[in-house]
């Protein structure tokens, strides 16, 4: 029997095959995480049976045979380099700190899985620009309606909405589940019913999470959570200061974000809050004012338990495509950036930003390619929002002009 954990610690696995479960309700997709690119089954044909099929089977034997499944191939430069910011790297690393799994799994038989990532809809009363209509109905709907945009997204129908009842019977090892839209705050009754079905089936749940870009409050949902006899963490979306925040997020305040966690942070003292960050050529350069404006937080009395990189992996939102000189001084800023809060997660946040703009995840090959189509999405997004992006990022301006 080889452990799980053996095959992590000499970072020749990638965990999140042996124990998380992605689950897409909208797009009825079961995946072993959201970079995945290879289709693992249909949520609709029961998350057990697609657990244990051909495809997971030959996935996982691909991993421990030491070779790159096709599906992984967007981690592919950081597969062996513990050092270096990846999905895998940060997942390995959260799962081993924080779950029995990792410990637990021999490869040669595998569980359940533990840890669940679910998108119950898309409904979303955003439409940030690093999104997909698949995760926001808003998107979605400006998308559908303009010629350039579709150009850039995936816009399926979805006539094949799963019910929740393909879950069933999945939950038995379930010790994190993580809520994420659309936006969560938007539909207590999905969840609800998954949380009432996880409470039946698991005896291990240790963690709920609740994925949200905190502009609205659902407040019978906060009360449900809270009479709960579980840890609860919200995972706060937010993508730089304010002026970098909102531009990205359209229709996002910052001020609003920002009154609701101070609501929160005094009605539920004993939800953990926790912040997600995007990491692409829209927040790389603002990483370390974001990291200043959350001590200014703590330094009001709310109390951040950590920060996750979200590297954005979109060619033309990559931070490849900014010209050397634009790097160079987001490197500078970063490199003599003084630390002084060191909120949880801070450092792997500006290694995955130093990472990403040395070019060490570089996925961009015709990088000419990638900056006119930069340039052609964000200037239509600039004509709906009725925005200028040179007017925020006036750096820019070197390679919009
Ligand atoms: C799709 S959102 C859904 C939950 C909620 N609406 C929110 O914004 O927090 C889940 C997380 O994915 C992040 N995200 C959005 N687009 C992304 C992208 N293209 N690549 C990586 N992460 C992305 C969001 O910032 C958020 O933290
Ligand atoms: S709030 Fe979340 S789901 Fe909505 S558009 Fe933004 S990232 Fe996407």
């Known amino acids: 029997m080889t452990k799980l954990i053996k095959l992590i610690d000499e970072q020749k696995i990638c965990g999140m095959v042996f124990g998380n479960a992605d689950i897409d309700l909208p797009k009825n997709r ?5 970079l995945y690119k290879d289709f693992s089954g249909k949520v609709s044909d029961g998350v057990t049976n697609v657990w244990f099929n051909e495809h997971y089977k ?19 430069e950081t597969n062996t380099d513990p050092n270096i910011f990846s999905l895998k790297n940060q997942k390995n690393k959260l799962f081993k700190d924080k779950f029995d799994f990792i410990y637990n799994t021999d490869v040669e038989s595998p569980q359940l899985p533990s840890v669940f990532n679910i998108h119950t809809t898309n409904t979303c009363n955003l439409a940030c620009r690093m ?7 808003l998107l979605d709907s400006i998308v559908r309606k303009n010629d350039i945009l579709r150009d850039y997204f995936y816009v399926p129908d979805y006539k094949n909405k799963v019910n929740v009842e393909s879950l069933r019977g999945s939950f038995k090892n379930a010790e994190f589940v993580s809520f994420l839209g659309g936006e969560p705050m938007l539909q207590e009754a999905n969840i609800e019913e998954i949380i009432k079905m996880i409470q039946e089936e698991s005896t291990n749940l240790k963690l709920i999470n609740i994925t949200t870009n905190m502009t609205i409050l659902n407040h019978e949902l906060l009360k449900k959570l809270s009479d709960l006899d579980k840890t609860v963490m919200l995972s706060i979306s937010i993508d730089g200061p304010k002026k970098i925040h909102d531009y990205i997020r359209y229709k996002g305040k910052w001020d609003t974000i920002i009154e609701n966690i101070k609501f929160v942070s005094s009605n539920y003292p004993n939800f953990k809050l926790s912040i997600n960050t995007t990491v692409s050529v829209l927040t790389v350069g603002y990483i370390t004012d974001l990291l200043d404006e959350l001590g200014n937080l703590q330094n009001q009395g709310i109390k951040i338990i950590k920060i996750m990189p979200f590297p954005v ?22 490199n003599t950036y003084e630390n002084v809060f060191n909120i949880r997660g ?6 995955a930003s130093t990472d990403l703009l040395n070019g060490s995840n570089n ?7 990638s900056i006119d189509d930069f340039v052609r999405f964000i200037n239509e997004f600039d004509r709906i929002a009725g925005t200028k992006t040179t007017d925020v990022y006036p750096e820019f301006k070197a390679f919009m002009n």
């Open 346 to 351: 801070s450092d792997s946040l500006l290694r």
């Open 313 to 334: 992996v979109k060619t033309y939102l990559h931070c490849d495509i900014l010209p050397k000189s634009v790097k160079e001084t987001y490197l500078q800023k970063i």
């Open 131 to 137: 999104c997909n209509p698949v995760d926001s109905s």
């Open 363 to 369: 996925h961009s090959p015709d990088i000419h390619r």
């Open 58 to 76: 030959n996935l996982r034997q691909q991993w421990i045979d030491n070779k790159l499944p096709t599906g992984c191939t967007l981690c592919k």
């Open 30 to 34: 079961l995946n072993p995480c959201c």
